[in-house]
Every structure is written in C-alpha cells, then in structure tokens.
C-alpha cells in the first residue's frame, strides 16, 4: 500500500548506530521512464549529491522526511538516527551537509544535541532544522536558541522541505570559504538578490517590506552589538550575532553573515578580538543600508 502512495522504489538506509554494518546508500536518482504525477512539482528537485541527517524517534515521521527527501533530493544520502545521542555520534565522525532534527527525543533532545554539534564544528557550519510539534513561539525561541537555524512545523509537508532545504543549501553554497567568495565580486559579495527573489518574487510591495524589516533590524542589532562590547558580554554578544545571523542569511547578506557568526562562537579567551569585529561589522552594515537603499530607490 505505502509503495502504491508514495510510488518511490524502496531503498535502503543507514543506520546511524551500526555504522560499520553497510554504509548510507544514495537514494536512486529519479528515473526519466518513470510516470509523471498528473500536476507537475513547482519546485525543480536538487541535484546536488548531499548528505542529510534525519533525527527523528517517530517511525511515521521518518517515513514522511525519507520518502519527501527522495523526491525533492533524488541524489541525496540520507543517514537516520533515532535520537540525538546517535545524531551527535554521527557528527563527531562526519559532518553532513544538512540536518533535519526533532526537538523531542528520548535520551538526548534536539536542542542538546545541537548544542553538542555546534561545538563539534571548525570553521563551518552545517545548517540544522527544526522539526517542532506546534509553531508556538517558545519552542521556536528555544531552537533558536540553541543554535538551530529555521524550522518546520509538523505534520512533515513537501514544500515546507523544499523550501528549507534550498533556502538553506542555496545560501551554503554562497557562504562556503574564501574560494567561493571570490566568485561574487562587487555588490554579490555582500548582497545576493536570488536570496530576496526567492521570498518576493516579482512582488515590489513585498520586497520594499522585506528590506524594511531587514534595515530595522540591522541597525537595532548594531547598537545592541556596540553596547555588549563595551560591557564585554559574551553571552550577550553570542546571542546578538546568532539573531544577526538569521537576519542576514535570510536576507541574503553573505558577507554581514560571517561576521555575525564570528560574534556568536566569539571565545571565551579572545575578547580582545572584539573591537577589530565590531568596526568590521560596522563597516558592513553600513555598506549594505546603501545597498537596500539602492534598491528601494530603482
């Protein structure tokens, strides 16, 4: 019956506790001679060879997240752990480029095991998604909070993943290391209006909105920013650039999102690095704000 619904071959997936049984097998890539649902997807499927870990304890769930991920991720590995101990387990052996993670878990929780991967990270970071009950604002505070990066209300819906996945891998791909960065030279360096387009559209109203909010937020961060450096607040500045970060990543800002990165994993032992960051950040912002305010203009 779930093979005649979800109309996908079975294939096999690793197991994240027993690694040295089989290793993850990659999902088979869509075939061209395969029937065609009767309305076409919207969304074009990834191509990309990923590796995304799924931690998820409900079977139902996982059976959703694997067989949406098939369709929208056709070349994808995908690695399932049943709770957040095996998904820290897996990371501390490899990094993925992507992680779906269930915020209630038995023996460790998604946001303890969040936590844990965000230490395990140097000089990257892997984007990881919420998979939450409810969209009740505490719970949504609290994966933020704990270091997670968007989030996806259940029950599990195809386009929710799609989108989360190409908002998140897309803006990977731009904020991935000095090699990449050189390829966007002038205003892509710091602005990517692919990142705007895929919120707005051709939507002018939308987008004047959305640089608005960006603008407010941007510069209520700074002054924030510039006020825990004085006080030397590490823990507030951790939480500022983890706010600032999701501000500019969703805004495309690639440059602004490495700074505000550098303030959340600030060290606990190198405050003195905290001036030079924050006149950087300045800069940044600075430069930007002429930027959306280009853009409101034309």
């Given at each position: 019956i779930l093979s005649t619904i979800f109309e996908t071959p079975e294939s096999k997936v690793?197991?994240?506790?027993?690694?040295?049984?089989?290793?993850?097998?990659?999902?088979?890539?869509?075939k061209p001679e395969a029937p065609k649902a009767e309305a076409s997807d919207p969304t074009p499927p990834i191509a990309q060879p990923l590796k995304i870990l799924v931690a998820e304890d409900n079977s139902v769930n996982m059976l959703l997240a694997r067989t949406i991920l098939k369709r929208i991720a056709?070349?994808?590995?995908?690695?399932?752990?049943?709770?957040?101990?095996?998904?820290?387990?897996?990371?501390?052996?490899?990094l993925p480029d992507l992680i779906l993670m269930?915020?209630?878990?038995?023996?460790?929780?998604?946001?303890e095991a969040t936590k844990i991967i965000r230490g395990l990270e140097h000089g990257t970071h892997v984007p990881v998604?919420?998979?939450t009950a409810g969209n009740v604002r505490s719970e949504r505070d609290a994966a933020l909070a704990a270091g997670m990066d968007d989030f996806v209300v259940k029950p599990v819906v195809?386009?929710?993943?799609?989108?989360?996945?190409?908002?998140?891998?897309?803006f990977k791909e731009h904020a991935g290391g000095p090699e990449q960065e050189a390829l966007h030279a002038g205003e892509g360096k710091h602005f990517d209006t692919e990142v705007l387009k895929r919120y707005a559209g051709n939507d002018e109203e939308m987008v004047r909105e959305v640089i608005a909010l960006t603008k407010a937020e941007l510069k209520e961060s700074l002054l924030v920013l510039e006020s825990q450096?004085?006080?030397?607040?590490?823990?507030?500045?951790?939480?500022?650039?983890?706010?600032?970060?999701?501000?500019?990543?969703?805004?495309?800002?690639?440059?602004?999102?490495?700074?505000?990165?550098r303030f959340e994993h600030l060290p606990a032992g190198e405050?003195?690095?905290?001036?030079?960051?924050?006149?950087?950040?300045r800069e940044e912002i600075a430069l930007v704000l002429d930027l959306l305010m280009e853009?409101?203009?034309?």
């Amino acid at each position: 019956i779930l093979s005649t619904i979800f109309e996908t071959p079975e294939s096999k997936v690793t197991s994240i506790p027993e690694p040295q049984k089989s290793e993850p097998s990659k999902f088979e890539p869509t075939k061209p001679e395969a029937p065609k649902a009767e309305a076409s997807d919207p969304t074009p499927p990834i191509a990309q060879p990923l590796k995304i870990l799924v931690a998820e304890d409900n079977s139902v769930n996982m059976l959703l997240a694997r067989t949406i991920l098939k369709r929208i991720a056709p070349n994808a590995t995908l690695l399932e752990a049943k709770n957040g101990m095996e998904a820290v387990d897996f990371c501390k052996r490899t990094l993925p480029d992507l992680i779906l993670m269930d915020v209630q878990m038995p023996e460790m929780n998604g946001y303890e095991a969040t936590k844990i991967i965000r230490g395990l990270e140097h000089g990257t970071h892997v984007p990881v998604i919420a998979f939450t009950a409810g969209n009740v604002r505490s719970e949504r505070d609290a994966a933020l909070a704990a270091g997670m990066d968007d989030f996806v209300v259940k029950p599990v819906v195809e386009e929710m993943i799609a989108a989360v996945l190409n908002k998140w891998l897309h803006f990977k791909e731009h904020a991935g290391g000095p090699e990449q960065e050189a390829l966007h030279a002038g205003e892509g360096k710091h602005f990517d209006t692919e990142v705007l387009k895929r919120y707005a559209g051709n939507d002018e109203e939308m987008v004047r909105e959305v640089i608005a909010l960006t603008k407010a937020e941007l510069k209520e961060s700074l002054l924030v920013l510039e006020s825990q450096v004085r006080q030397n607040d590490l823990t507030g500045l951790h939480a500022t650039g983890h706010k600032l970060y999701g501000t500019a990543a969703s805004a495309g800002l690639i440059t602004l999102s490495k700074l505000a990165r550098r303030f959340e994993h600030l060290p606990a032992g190198e405050l003195g690095l905290m001036q030079p960051l924050i006149a950087e950040t300045r800069e940044e912002i600075a430069l930007v704000l002429d930027l959306l305010m280009e853009i409101l203009d034309s």
